[in-house]
């Protein structure tokens, strides 16, 4: 009988710590099974981010090729000690060409910045998103949600798709902005 007893009372007290120890689960174990292809989609996103800048601003090579030509034109008249009047016009084209090229980085700046802006902002939206569901993934595996497995088994691949539907529309958006 004190046999039983003692034998209940460590099972009372040592079961708890054993569960607890066996059921949890590591957020990289999570990341490994569940998120696999999650880094290489962000990965792809910084990519076409990095590419934003030739295609929204596809005008800024040949004002830069057209400004150092009338720079480089400016320069010879001076140097040839041209007269005023060829000098002050080089000079007007050069400035003029100077400040063309200024605007267009300047507004090729804006539109790239707010493109990064945009798209980071729906990482950080993805990102959470991956976040709650990872810690749904991880209560489920330790064992402390209710959830039936056929359920947990949908709402894991209704999460896994909007996450990769929303990486693609975010690569998608950054790959057409213009």
Do not use: W
């Not at 041209?82 to 063309?100: H, I, L």
């Amino acid at each position: 009988m004190k046999k039983s007893i003692l034998f209940l009372v460590l099972l009372l007290v040592l079961l708890p710590y054993q569960s607890a120890f066996a059921a949890s689960v590591s957020t990289a174990t999570v990341e490994k099974l569940y998120f696999e292809n999650y880094k290489s989609k962000v990965k792809e996103v910084r990519e076409a981010q990095k590419a934003l800048y030739g295609s929204l601003c596809s005008e800024v090579p040949a004002l830069t090729a057209k400004a150092k030509a009338s720079a480089a034109q400016y320069n010879s008249l001076v140097k040839s000690k041209a007269g005023k009047e060829a000098v002050s016009q080089a000079k007007a084209v050069r400035d003029q060409d100077k400040k063309a090229l200024l605007d267009a980085k300047k507004a090729c700046t804006k539109k790239v910045n707010d493109a990064k802006k945009r798209s980071n902002l729906q990482l950080r939206e993805v990102d959470k998103y991956k976040r709650d569901l990872s810690a749904m993934i991880k209560a489920h595996l330790s064992g402390k949600d209710q959830m039936r497995e056929d359920e947990f088994s949908k709402k894991v691949q209704e999460g896994l798709t909007y996450i990769n539907d929303k990486l693609d529309n975010i690569i998608r958006e950054l790959k057409n902005a213009r």
